[in-house]
């Protein structure tokens, strides 16, 4: 029989999911958002039940799998109930607003058992996929040079006097309300689970952030992290450079790991262009002085990503990815923007 889905929050982002559901072939049986228009077009291409109520889908018993796809501010007390509910779950990051709701999330599904993702799927872009899978031949890893730099436009003049990036006196921008802050959490919350990804949990971080006077959202952050594989540079930039980066298009991202047998450089395209851009790896073998190119075509890293859960899913067993992958993630950026506000080094305070 074929797992069953609900699908809650039908935003710009739920396109992603529905798309890698369908190819896994999945049943998707409800949609859920608060604006029907916006989900209705979903519930008619799906022949999925449409409400407003989450409820209403996490009380169904032939429902399998909970996707939530909504602003994070309403992660948690839609995960608790879905846990509490026997559900699987997968996520969109990030997991929580703060480091303490995430724990709370991923402690209740890890005394549950529930197998539970948050989507980080840039772990899943091919070329990052392959340097993972190399990244034994490097030997003992000493510097990674890590970092996101997207093309917001001109931010770093007079703030924006409305739209999205507009903070109202004694008000909240819509970037922050909608997804709880501005460059660190939106760009930089992806490249942080990559820093996990491939050099494990940071022990000790020493951050510097940039917020703009009369804003509530940051244009840039930067940390030195200790690891157990050396030392990481991170940086998350919102920059006005139109044609700089990997495909002359603005977005800048770039993952450079060293070790004492060679390098591995990551260069990835802009996350919402699946069907058209794509990703590169380059390999330096200092054994044989030679460099090798792994080129890929455009496929969407959504579609890999809920392939890979569902596959787990169906098995009953949570795979490869930790329930934990959403709490470091959140653990990180709360320890970056205390690093960064009090000007000081500090010991990542871990939970679990």
């Known amino acids: 029989m074929k797992l069953q889905a609900g699908v809650i929050g039908c935003g710009n982002i739920s396109k992603f999911h529905f798309s890698g559901l369908e190819k896994a072939g999945v049943k998707i049986s409800w949609v859920c958002d608060l604006n029907e228009e916006t989900a209705l077009p979903w519930a008619s291409k799906f022949d999925a039940t449409f409400t407003k109520n989450y409820q209403d889908i996490i009380a169904d018993k032939d429902v399998d799998i909970i996707v939530i796809t909504t602003i994070s501010s309403v992660h948690k007390v839609i995960c608790l109930a879905a846990i509490a509910a026997g559900k699987a ?38 070329a990052v996929a392959k340097a993972k899978e190399l990244l034994p031949t490097l030997g003992t890893i000493y510097t990674t040079y890590i970092r996101a730099h997207q093309l917001w ?50 022990s000790k971080v020493f951050a510097l952030t940039h917020t703009p006077k009369g804003r509530d959202y940051d244009l840039q952050a930067a940390a030195l992290f200790e690891t157990e594989n050396g030392v990481c540079h991170f940086e998350a930039t919102a920059h006005p450079l139109k044609k700089i980066g990997f495909l002359r298009d603005g977005w800048d ?38 460099s090798t190119e792994y080129r890929y075509d455009p ?54």
């Not at 790896?281 to 030679?290: G, I, K, P, R, S």
Request: hydrophobic share 35%; charged share 25%.
């Open 153 to 202: 436009g001109d931010m770093w003049g007079e703030q924006p006097e409305s739209g999205f990036f507009h903070t109202p006196e004694g008000g909240v921008s819509p970037v922050r309300k909608n997804y709880g802050g501005g460059i660190l959490v939106m760009g930089g919350s992806h490249i942080l689970d990559l820093v996990g990804f491939f050099l494990g949990r940071p």
């Open 89 to 126: 779950i997968i996520c969109e990051k990030t997991l929580a607003e703060s480091a303490e709701d995430a724990f709370e999330i991923v402690a209740a599904a890890e005394a549950a058992g529930t197998i539970f993702y948050t989507s980080y799927m840039k772990r899943f872009i091919p």
């Open 253 to 290: 991202e770039r993952v450079e790991i060293n070790g004492t047998n060679g390098r591995l450089d990551i260069y990835s395209s802009s996350w919402d262009d699946v069907e058209h851009k794509a990703s590169l790896l380059v390999h330096y073998d200092n054994e044989t002085e030679q």
């Open 299 to 352: 496929v969407s890293p959504f579609d890999l990503a809920v392939a890979f859960f569902v596959e787990n899913i169906e098995r009953g067993e949570q795979g490869g990815q930790s329930r934990l992958t959403g709490y470091d993630v959140d653990e990180l950026i709360s320890s970056i923007s205390r690093s960064g506000q009090t000007g000081q080094a500090l010991i990542i305070d871990w939970k679990l």
